[in-house]
């Protein structure tokens, strides 16, 4: 709780300064960008010590993931293709740890893969996560039984299309060597019609898109998105044609997706940072702007440009 | 000969898979299946390819010393560490998989490169604001309007604005807003770009099957 009242104390210190930054800014002299820094440091890391609830808002996207998960028989197989690597790890990871949890709580039956490098490891450290938890510690999941990680193949969105005719052709052994014949959870799965629901976490390309383009469109699988924010907004027109069931769109999403599963975690967290560091941005931007239009007027009033202006 | 090859292999692949989408069975199916493959497997000899490459100029630029050789120092030393990590994590008895959490490669990319790549990615934040800061300026009617929807979209997404407005707006007016923007005029946006993107690609694609566009083996037209 102290660390609480010192994070708030530190911020409204900080916001006080930044009175300071708005003079010097008008009167052009503006702040040097290692202040600037320091103030986005402050912003991400102040709240990661405050207790604060900021409302959130129920998307469908997200409701529609969780709705779609929920409907699923216990026992129904769930692909989950871990499309990313450490850089985009901050924003993914927290929703694919929830979603892995929630998973195994409904008793569903997870196959893993990448079609990044590094994304089986990410997947490693989200089961990992998951694990720990009590509550899915207590169901005990097997790994080969009850999940199993298949690693990463090469080929983008090849891959995707030769698992429509066969997994075992893309992954003819899990990450552990184990031959896919021989794994409890893959037996009577050939291709997409025996996969209940595909969960996609990406931040670029091969990702959603390629999922949606080739999974979807041409297998018919029932396909969900979870991508980091500058991803998202590219996702939206498949979300409105129905090719894309659902979305987790950056921290937002994953925070969102958390709350829907009564699992609050990381992305809850970080969301706090987050909302600091778009304020600490706003502010700025508006900071910028007030010294434009000042330095404008001046401008058309001396009729001479303002030496060390920042229009 | 070595141009005629390419333009050929080019011409049948580029042929079948654009037949095989609109008849997926039968033999064009199945051809299109074995290409695949084959794609999976060049693309895999491409990242070996890739490292090699990467280790080659590496070295060549220490043993010249040229400008920054350090740095290839450095990315030498890391890459063959890394392999031997891996190979060893993957050979040892001790290890079941080489990702296994008590192997070396594990620790490698759990304490070094993982954290780095996070590092990497969380500059853009400090970068972000302080471009705006200094170039994100309602200079005219399109730079305002980008402006007012970004305010409203970077407030909107995270609870920032309606925490603000919480005392005098219940609910989550704001976010229904940025999800309102994100939803119809990025939607609409978003479609525009695709088709144009798609429409490009079409072109350029059957510029590259019927071989009037070779510069991808090297040449002119």
């Not at chain 2, 990315?75 to 290890?95: D, E, H, K, N, W």
């Not at chain 2, 309007?145 to 925490?163: E, H, Q, T, W, Y």
Request: proline share 5%; net charge neutral; aromatic share 12%.
């Amino acid at each position: 709780m102290a660390g609480h009242w010192i994070a708030v104390a530190i911020n409204v210190v900080v916001g006080l300064t930044l009175v300071w930054v708005l003079v010097r800014t008008i009167q052009g002299r503006p702040i040097e960008r290692r202040i600037v820094f320091v103030y986005i440091a402050l912003a991400v890391a102040t709240p990661l010590f405050m207790k604060l609830e900021a409302p959130l808002a129920e998307t469908p996207e997200v409701q529609s993931i969780v709705t779609t998960i929920k409907e699923l028989p216990p026992g129904s197989r769930i692909l989950i293709s871990f499309d990313y690597d450490p850089q985009s790890a901050p924003e993914l990871q927290p929703m694919a740890e929830a979603f892995i949890k929630f998973a195994f709580k409904q008793r569903h039956k997870v196959i893993i893969m990448g079609l990044w490098p590094l994304g089986p490891d990410q997947a490693n450290q989200a089961i990992r996560a998951a694990l720990e938890d009590p509550s899915v510690a207590e169901l005990a999941p097997e790994y080969g039984v009850d999940y199993v990680n298949l690693g990463f193949q090469s080929g983008n969105e090849f891959v995707i299309q030769g698992m429509g005719s066969a997994f075992k052709n893309m992954f003819p052994q899990d990450e552990r060597g184990t031959i896919y014949d021989n794994i409890p959870i893959l037996r009577g799965v050939t291709n997409f019609s025996n996969v209940d629901y595909v969960q996609v976490f990406s931040s670029g390309k091969p990702g959603t898109r390629e999922w949606v383009q080739v999974a979807a469109d041409r297998f018919g699988a029932t396909v969900g998105g979870g991508t980091t924010a500058v991803q998202a907004p590219e996702m939206y027109p498949f979300l409105r044609s129905n090719q894309l069931i659902g979305l987790m769109g950056g921290m937002t999403g994953a925070a969102e997706f958390e709350k829907a599963v009564e699992e609050l975690g990381k992305a809850n967290t970080f969301l706090l940072s987050q909302m600091f560091a778009h304020a600490t941005v706003i502010v700025f931007v508006i900071f910028g702007n007030i010294a434009y239009f000042r330095s404008r007027r001046r401008d058309a009033s001396t009729d001479a440009p303002t030496p060390g202006g920042i229009s | 000969m070595r141009r005629e090859v390419p333009l050929l292999i080019t011409f049948i692949t580029g042929v079948v898979f654009a037949l095989s989408y609109f008849i997926p069975g039968g033999w064009l199916g199945q051809t299109e299946r074995v290409f695949g493959d084959w794609i999976t497997i060049v693309q895999a000899f491409a990242v070996w390819l890739g490292v090699l490459n990467l280790l080659k100029i590496s070295l060549i630029k220490i043993q010249r010393k040229e400008h920054d050789w350090g740095y290839s120092v450095v990315i030498a030393v890391c890459l063959v560490g890394t392999i031997a990590a891996g190979m060893y994590s993957g050979f040892a008895p001790q290890f079941e998989s080489f990702r296994d959490p008590e192997t070396p490669f594990n620790f490698i990319f759990r304490n070094i490169f993982a954290p780095l790549g996070a590092t990497m990615f969380a500059i853009l934040a400090f970068y972000v604001a302080s471009a705006s800061y200094r170039a994100f300026r309602a200079r005219n009617r399109e730079a305002t309007i980008l402006l007012i929807a970004s305010f409203f979209v970077m407030g909107g997404r995270v609870p920032l604005l309606d925490s603000i407005f919480m005392p005098i707006i219940d609910g989550t007016f704001f976010a229904d807003f940025a999800g309102w923007i994100m939803s119809y005029p990025v939607t609409a946006g978003q479609r525009a770009i695709a088709i144009g993107i798609a429409l490009g690609i079409m072109a350029s694609s059957l510029r590259v099957i019927l071989g009037i566009e070779r510069s991808h083996i090297g040449g002119g037209n």
